[in-house]
């Protein structure tokens, strides 16, 4: 998902509505119930744990993390040239190689000849990571992108189901994806500087069958929006947090999971 200190969010010019209006909620579809065999926790590391020498987002980070408390972590996943769902955030290759270059014109051979990429796969079948993973999709196609499918087609061949939860700033992966792992819990992400007022709004929401929404932290400054959120039967996560005061603050709002770059944010 995107990070603050990666890219900066645009100024919020208006405050957006939490929900869209309950009459339109009531007619539609509303949240399914929790479907996965297992508690949410009530943290997730953030791309595994991202310091003291470890790669955002690559095997190592997510062992760390679990060897660090975490009973959840967060990555990203897109697909390479050849088809090979990996764990990597952005498109280019500037900010973590200092290359040109996109992960999606790039096979995954010539990829790990200068980036120690992971792939889903490998982390999937690693018994040290988390006992439970949060997949980011990283997809902004609609009809034509592979990625949902090599996915479901990694998770089957590892039986990681229900390990899982999905989530996505695409309503349209989400929506790929229920038809492809129903039994796999979804979360529609959204942050305020997105394009789309629809996607920022989350308009889409209760036409999708999403478990859960995560909530950029700049966006539902108050309790009452969570409850609203929370009462129409989504699971309610906020991330990155990174200051204990306000982890502390969005668990009393009732927050199901936090998602932090902190090593030990129970504490």
Known sequence: MADPRNAGHAEIRNR????????????RLRAQKWTAEFDLPDWQA?????????????????????????????????VTKDQVPVLFHDDGFARLADREGL????NLRDLRAFFA??????????????????VEIKSTEIWNDPLERRIAGVI??????NRLLFSSFNPFSLWKMESLLPAVPRGLLVAPDLEQR?????????????????????MYPTEAS??????????????????????????????????TDLAYPEK
Not at 51 to 75: K, P, W
Not at 103 to 106: I, N, S
Not at 240 to 257: C, L, P, Y
């Open 198 to 218: 629809a996607l920022r709004e989350m308009w889409l929401a209760p036409f999708l069958k999403i478990h859960l929404v995560h909530l950029d932290q700049s």
């Open 46 to 78: 953030h791309r595994g744990f991202v310091d003291e020498g470890h790669v955002e987002n690559t095997l190592g980070s997510l062992i760390e993390a679990a060897r660090r408390g975490a009973r959840m972590a967060e990555f990203d996943v897109r």
């Open 103 to 106: 992960l999606r014109d790039t």
């Open 156 to 161: 089957r061949s590892c039986g990681a189901e």
């Open 226 to 259: 969570v409850r609203q959120w929370k009462s129409q039967g989504f699971k309610a996560v906020v991330w990155t947090v990174n200051e204990m005061s306000q982890i502390e603050k969005f668990r009393r709002w009732g927050m199901d999971s936090v998602i």
């Open 117 to 134: 990429v992971s792939t889903l796969e490998e982390v999937l079948k690693h018994p040290d990571v988390p006992p439970y993973l949060n």
């Open 16 to 27: 957006v509505t939490p929900v869209t209006p309950a009459s339109l909620l009531q007619k």
